[in-house]
Structures are given as C-alpha cells and as structure tokens.
C-alpha cells in the first residue's frame, strides 16, 4: 500500500498526455452500429484526458505543470488559453508544425448522461521522449507525475521510467482503451483502469473483486505497485501490493455527462497523495470529484473545485 502519510517537500504535479477539442454533441440515444438519430446542442469544448487531468488537479488546489502537444491552429490557440485560465503551467506545452491539434468527437446520452468518445490523436502523438526529458529538466520540484494512454506508448515509457529515475510516484490512467505493453508501466506507483482498460490490457473483465484481484496480479507482475479499478456506478476498487482489494463506494449523482469524470478522478487522487492521504482516503476524494464531474455538460467546464468536492465529502 502506498502510505502518503509524510507529506512531500516538492509541490508541483507534472501531468504529461494529451490536449484535444471536442466536439460534443448530445443525442436522444448513442447510435448502435449502421443507426442514425437526432441530435441537439453541439458545441466545441477544451479536453483531452491529459489536459483534463492538469486541470483537474488545478482546480483541486495542487501546483500543475502540463506537457503536451498541439497544432498551429486555432483549436491549439484556444486551448492554451483555457489551461492558462485554469491556473495550469503551459511552459511545456509544445506546437507541432506537423500535425493539427488532437480532436475527440463526443455523443452524449441526454437521458443516461452516458458518453461516447472518439479521438482522433493528431499533434498528441507527435510527442517525443525528447519532450518528456525536457519535463523533468524544467520540473525539479515535481513530486509526481500523472500521465494517460493518448500519446504513444514510447512516451508512456519514458515518462514511467523518467519517475523511477528521480524517486517520485508514477500514475497512470489507463485510459483510452487501448493494447499498451504492460513493460510501459515498469516502476509505476498506481496503474487506475476501468473495465474497457482492464480488457484491453490484460485480456480480463473486471467486475468484482475476484476478478480484479486477478488483473491486478497480470498487472503487478510487470513491476507496477498497486491498481485503481474504476467500477462505475459502485465506485472504485484498490488492489494493493498484498492482494486486498478495498472497495470505495461511489457518491450518487444524477448523471448529466460522464464526460471527464475519470479525468477529475485522477487529478483528485494525486493531489490526496501528494498531501498525504493515504490511498484510500485519496480514492474517497477523487470518488467524490468524478461524480461531481458528471453533473455538468462537457469536459473542462465539468471539473469541480477543492471547495465543490469538499462540500460533496461532508455531506453538504
Ligand atoms: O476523458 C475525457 C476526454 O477523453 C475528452 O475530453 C476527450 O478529449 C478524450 O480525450
């Protein structure tokens, strides 16, 4: 179990990953494979799990610094300044000349407030292990790193290992869904999957604590420490390095747009680390700012603040 008890003498949270424009869109229902249905409301809105996350912890009260990539384009423009709003460090966010700024295209179900998310990687993926080196460089005071799966998997690694390499903790959301090597996470403090992840990395469904007892085994294997399961509406599940799984039940909402909820998570969960929570107490919080998250419509502008969680954690 990772025991945050005392608190780090280093402030800044360094979130490496990906900044995208959604477009969202919110429909009667999310269209099943061939089917065509209404939609209302389309709007563009600042995302991205990485930039998401920078903001997140933010809004939590932490120091974040981004790392990211966008294109020379308007999109890319818009976004560095509703990070800079937020109170994120923009120093390492880069423009590529090669590709366009990344852009996910989002189908909201107005009645379940469930989503559906398709990006389109762009100028994210055009970031560099160079990129990650020159982050720690700049970072001397990091005293974590959070970083998700939308760059490459060389930039994963790098970024895992480059938190190895100074002592600080690595996490790592698993999401998007996608087949990442599970040598990538190698030294990784937290590795924080939903089901989709689970699957998609280690072939196992994830859906009670026997089943993630034994993902987080597949997962530890490769030299990671503990796993956050995301289970949904029940909330989230700790495998520690002891095989216990703890579970920590969710906050009820109505739920308006999922949209962001795990990114709030994850920047929630750090912060609670990096204060010195220990991690169920941390997942408790972050548990509390992913419901709040899905309360609003759309990614950036749903992500709560320190005062919003804390009312939500005393019952308020
Ligand atoms: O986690 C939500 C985010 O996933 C969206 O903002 C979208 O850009 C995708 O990255």
Redesign the pocket.
């Known amino acids: 179990m990772v025991d945050n008890r005392n608190p780090s003498p280093f402030s800044a949270i360094l979130v490496i990953g990906?900044?995208?424009?959604?477009l969202v869109i919110q429909a009667e229902r999310i269209p099943g494979p061939g089917e065509n249905v209404m939609g209302s409301g389309f709007r563009t809105?600042?995302?991205?799990?990485?930039?998401?996350q920078a903001v997140a912890v933010s809004r939590m009260g932490g120091t974040a610094r981004f790392c990211g990539c966008v294109g020379p384009d308007d999109f890319g423009r818009e976004l560095l300044k509703s990070l800079a709003a937020a109170g994120v460090d923009t120093k390492l966010l880069r423009v590529s000349p090669e590709e366009g700024t990344?852009?996910?295209v989002?189908v909201v179900d107005e009645v379940t407030g469930e989503?559906t998310?398709v990006?389109q990687r762009g100028a994210n993926g055009r970031m560099t292990p160079d990129d990650v080196a020159r982050a720690f460089e700049a970072s001397p005071d990091a005293a974590c790193v959070l970083l998700?799966l939308?760059t490459t998997d060389e930039v994963v690694r790098a970024a895992v290992r480059g938190a190895v390499k100074r002592g600080i903790p690595a996490v790592v959301d698993a999401?998007?869904a996608r087949g990442v090597p599970l040598s990538c996470f190698e030294g990784a403090a937290i590795l924080s999957p939903n089901s989709f992840e689970a699957k998609a990395l280690t072939g196992i469904e994830v859906v009670d604590s026997e089943s993630a007892i034994r993902c987080a085994k597949r997962i530890r294997q490769a030299g990671v420490e503990n796993c956050v399961f995301h289970m949904g509406e029940r909330g989230a599940m700790i495998v520690d390095e002891k095989d216990a799984a703890i579970e920590v039940p969710a906050f009820v909402v109505k739920a308006v747009d999922t949209?962001?909820?795990?990114?709030s998570f994850m920047g929630a969960l750090v912060v609670g680390m990096v204060e010195g929570m220990t991690l169920p107490e941390a997942v408790r919080m972050a548990n509390a700012a992913g419901a709040l998250a899905c309360t609003k419509l759309g990614?950036?502008p749903s992500i709560p603040t320190r005062d919003e969680v804390n009312r939500m954690l005393s019952g308020k």
Do not use: F, W
């Open positions: 990906s900044v995208n424009i959604d809105v600042p995302g991205g799990k990485g930039s998401n990344g852009t996910a989002i989503s998310i990006v998700q939308e999401g998007p949209t962001a909820a795990g990114d990614a950036q």
